[in-house]
C-alpha cells in the first residue's frame, strides 16, 4: 500500500516562499504521474502541479511562472517550491499520485488520483 507524507507547509508573508515535500512510501512501484494539488478555504480542490514520468511537467495558470514541481527520485520524494507567495494561494496542498495507468494528458483536475497525501496547510498573510 502507497502512503504519500507531505511536510514542508507554515505561514509566510506575502511575496515569500515556501517548498512543500512529498515522500512516497512504495520505491518498488512508480505511479505514473504525480502532482500537487490544493484546496482554498470554500473552494473546490484544484490542480497546482503534475510530473509525469519521464518528467514532462505541467502546471495550472496561477502557479506556471512562480510555482515549480520537480522530484528525487533516489530519495523517492516530490517537491513544490512556491515563489511570489499571495494571499490567493492560502490553502491545503495535497500531493498527489496516479497509479491505475498512464491517464495523466489531460488537465489536472481530470487525473484520476489512486493516492493522496494528508495534506499540509500554506498561509499566506498580506
Known amino acids: 500500500q502507497r502512503h504519500l507524507v507531505e511536510s514542508g507547509g507554515g505561514s509566510v508573508q506575502a511575496g515569500g516562499s515556501l517548498r512543500l515535500s512529498c515522500t512516497d512510501s512504495?520505491?518498488?512501484?512508480?505511479?505514473?504521474?504525480m502532482g500537487w494539488f490544493r484546496q482554498r478555504p470554500g473552494k473546490e480542490r484544484e490542480g497546482v502541479a503534475g510530473?509525469?514520468?519521464?518528467?514532462?511537467?505541467k502546471y495550472a495558470n496561477f502557479a506556471e511562472g512562480r510555482f515549480t514541481i520537480s522530484q528525487d527520485n533516489a530519495k523517492n520524494t516530490l517537491y513544490l517550491e512556491m515563489n511570489s507567495l499571495n494571499a490567493e494561494d492560502t490553502a491545503m496542498y495535497y500531493c498527489a499520485a496516479v497509479t491505475g495507468g498512464p491517464y495523466c494528458a489531460g488537465d489536472l483536475g481530470s487525473w484520476p488520483v489512486g493516492v493522496w497525501g494528508q495534506g499540509t496547510q500554506v498561509t499566506v498573510s498580506s
Open positions: 512504495r520505491y518498488d512501484d512508480s505511479p505514473y504521474c
Open positions: 510530473i509525469l514520468l519521464g518528467g514532462f511537467t
